[in-house]
Every structure is written in C-alpha cells, then in structure tokens.
C-alpha cells in the first residue's frame, strides 16, 4: 500500500541547534516533495518544494534533500530558534493531481 | 494582498442539515482543493479542481460535493451532514498543482 511517513514522536532540540526532520515514503513515484509549516489552528503554511532531478535545496536556514532511491527526504534547520516550534508537514504528489501529506512533526525549540 | 479566504470561520451544525462553506482566492489560481485534518490522521484530500468546471475526488469524497463554476471559487457543500464530518477543514489554491500551496485560515464544524 502507499505511505508517507514522518516521525510521529516530537522532535525536542535545544536553541541554536540544527533540527532534522524525516519524510519517508513508499510506492509512490512523486514528480516533486513539498514541506510546510503548520502552527495550530492555522492553515499549513509553504516552505521548500524540491523536485526528483534536484538532490538539495536551500532556503535561508532551512535546507531540503529528496533521495528518489531512498524514497526519503529530510529536512534540516540550522541555527534554531524558539519561534520555529511548529508542526511540519511533507507532502508529494502522486502525479494523478493528488497532493498527499504526512501526519506531521511536532518540533519543539527550546531556549 | 494574496491570499484563501474560507467562510465561515466555526459552523456548529445538526445532523442532517446542508451547509456550504465557502472559499474563494485572489491568486488567479488553477488548481484548488479541500482538505479535512483530524488529529492522528493528518490532512487527507476531499476534492481537488484543476480548473474551472473541472472536479476529482480526492481521498474521502463521501458525503461531499464541490463545484468550480468560476476560477476564484471552490465552495464544499455538505449535503447531509454526520457527526463523523466533525473537523478541521481547509481551503489551499496554487498556480499549478505541482506549484506551493497557500491555505485559507481553516473552518472548524461540528455537527451534533
């Protein structure tokens, strides 16, 4: 069956640490991955999207890897902060128009 | 200022009663959907439109219906609604589907 699965346990780092989150998939071929945030209550909010032919993708302090082998990416914050507590959702498309996501990973900063 | 506008913001309904909630962008954006999001399953797909006039069934369709007779517009309409449609819902709009998500604020319904 297809799956995309992120952590599900809480992701508790200290301040100024790098924060690296998990977004494994299977039988799923996606053409591209999204990351997002979500803060609570609120609508999930864009951050990167890497597509298949790119291995890393850079944005400020947050860096994407998309291993198609693997089937997994990750995702990194460097230099973290207490506001970057959130929850971070990946997503893919299964090239039918769907976009699915993962359940999500709490990220806890802590000062 | 860009952005998915959903209405109402919280519907507490009864049983049975149809709603619709709107949602509407200002993007010029192709493709719109709609999600629900409870907790421990994530956001899972309702509907999903690549244009105008154009709907597909997302993951969970079942008692759901959408339409898409302008660009901007993308209303959900709950026909006869159970308390298991109890959620978390949102709007999203991007330029193509394979494009960033922008997401509306998000309506919380409960049906009793």
């Known amino acids: 069956s297809q799956k995309i699965e992120q952590n599900s346990e809480a992701l508790n780092i200290q301040e100024g640490k790098t924060a690296t989150l998990t977004c494994n998939y299977t039988?799923?071929?996606?053409?591209?991955l999204q990351w997002y945030r979500q803060d609570p209550g609120r609508g999930p909010v864009f951050l990167l999207l890497i597509r298949e032919n790119e291995k890393e993708k850079r944005k400020e302090r947050l860096k994407v890897t998309f291993d198609t082998t693997l089937k997994q990416s990750l995702f990194h914050i460097t230099a973290s902060q207490p506001a970057d507590s959130a929850t971070y959702l990946c997503a893919l498309d299964n090239q039918g128009g769907k976009l699915i996501f993962g359940q999500g990973t709490e990220l806890s900063v802590k000062p | 200022e860009a952005q998915v506008t959903q209405n109402p913001r919280y519907l507490i309904t009864v049983t049975g009663k149809k709603l619709t909630v709107t949602c509407s962008q200002n993007m010029n954006h192709e493709y719109m959907s709609w999600y629900r999001q409870d907790p421990g399953l994530g956001l899972r797909q309702i509907y999903y439109s690549m244009n105008v006039e154009v709907t597909d069934k997302g993951d969970v369709p079942e008692g759901y219906k959408v339409s898409r007779k302008e660009k901007r517009n993308f209303p959900l309409i709950l026909e006869s609604p159970s308390p298991n449609q109890t959620s978390l819902y949102f709007c999203?709009?991007?330029?193509?589907?394979?494009?960033?998500?922008?997401f509306g604020q998000g309506t919380r319904l409960t049906v009793v």
């Open positions: 039988n799923y071929s996606p053409a591209y």
């Open positions: 999203a709009s991007s330029f193509l589907r394979n494009t960033e998500a922008f």
